[in-house]
């Protein structure tokens, strides 16, 4: 939703609460977290049941590092409406961020059951298979993620994982052609996967330079867990605003309807 839009609602009607929802999320997107919070509990201060709502509420929650919030309250939406396809995606995306493989691979096959394009599902679905340790199938999702760049990405990785190491490289340095203008995210994360600390931390900080609102969330990225025991990682976690301490600072409670 552009942000002009969301203002021109919210001029008719201050307290609406999907548009409020919806600004929460374009604080994130601009790397506003507190801002963010704020915005949500204002959108659910009044009770509603609205699964968009909620779903950008659990977007909220993972950015300012109240896991185990989104997960509780993506059951909660997932329950309510069975076939938001977005609602299963966003809950497999938290589960493998709470290390919990297993669960995020069978929500995504959910998803894709419901629609096996959407949200490039089938990347997603790869990743979690490849943390799982399970790249052969990894790769077979990757494969038939539609997105060039998503299953460029995804190969790297699943045939760094498999031993095919020139291949790995190659399909990398493809990436890295194609992409690192507009991507530096994505590149972060390959590297820092397949253990190029250097080329992942290079990245990392041109995505807070470039395009920091894809960071929230990121201290627990299961992909940067091999940048970890970096002396690099905890301070660029703190320049990013996404330290234990800073996040918990942030006011966030947040009750669902009928808890």
Do not use: C
């Amino acid at each position: 939703v552009q942000p002009a839009t969301l203002e021109q609602v919210l001029a008719i009607e201050p307290d609406n609460q999907v548009a409020l929802s919806f600004k929460a999320v374009s604080a994130i997107n601009d790397f506003q977290v507190a801002v963010a919070a704020r915005l949500i509990q204002r959108a659910v201060s009044r009770p509603s049941t609205h699964p968009v709502v909620w779903l950008n509420a659990a977007v909220v929650a993972v950015s300012i590092g109240r896991l185990d919030a989104a997960i509780e309250i993506s059951e909660y939406v997932v329950v309510r409406d069975p076939l938001f396809v977005w609602a299963h995606l966003n809950f497999a995306d938290y589960l493998t961020h709470a290390g919990r493989m297993e669960e995020a691979i069978r929500r995504y096959e959910l998803a894709i059951g419901l629609n096996e394009t959407a949200g490039v599902v089938q990347w997603k679905y790869g990743l979690a298979l490849l943390m799982a340790g399970r790249p052969e199938e990894a790769l077979a999702a990757f494969e038939r993620e539609p997105g060039p760049l998503y299953a460029l990405h995804g190969r790297a990785l699943a045939l760094h994982d498999l031993g095919r190491l020139d291949e790995s490289a190659a399909a990398l340095e493809r990436l890295t052609e194609d992409d690192a203008a507009d991507w530096p995210f994505g590149l972060a994360r390959a590297h820092a996967w397949l253990g190029n600390a250097d080329q992942a931390f290079h990245y990392l900080e041109r995505t807070l330079a470039e395009a920091p609102g894809y960071l929230g969330g990121i201290a627990t990225h299961p992909l940067f867990a091999p940048v970890h025991d970096d002396p690099r990682w905890l301070p660029f976690v703190e320049k990013a605003g996404q330290s234990a301490e800073q996040l918990a600072a942030i006011e966030f409670d947040l009750e669902l309807p009928g808890t």
